[in-house]
């Protein structure tokens, strides 16, 4: 079992950038996959990035051009900087990490971390 805690959410105004870490209990590598989503106040959870073990990212229209999903192997971390930022990213950001294949596949989610963004 895998561990992933979530960090750096906070409050900011339209226009503005926050950066999120999420950092993992093993080897990033561990995961073929890993991503960010977002939940906002009565609505489903929605998948605004992700990135492959062998680095290839894919993003959600909605934040395309604005948000970039990134790692750091050293420290077993993924981020999500987030630019341009509207009130409509509002949301608790979870990460994410799916382990093996077909039969095997597991996902692990961390406990989410709060992005308020004011108009």
């Known amino acids: 079992q895998v561990q992933l805690v979530e960090s750096g959410g906070g409050s900011v105004q339209a226009g503005g950038s926050l950066r999120l870490s999420c950092e993992a209990s093993g080897s990033i590598f561990s995961y073929v996959i890993m991503a960010w989503h977002r939940e906002a106040p009565g609505k489903q959870r929605e998948r605004v990035a992700t990135?492959?073990?062998?680095?290839?990212?894919g993003y959600a229209d909605s934040v395309k051009g604005r948000f970039t999903i990134s790692r750091d192997t050293n420290k077993n971390t993924i981020y999500l900087q987030m630019d341009s930022l509207r009130p409509e990213d509002s949301a608790v950001y979870y990460c994410a990490g799916t382990r093996g294949l077909g039969a095997t596949m597991r996902t692990t989610w961390g406990q989410g971390t709060r992005v308020t963004v004011s108009s």
């Open positions: 990135i492959l073990s062998g680095g290839g990212t």
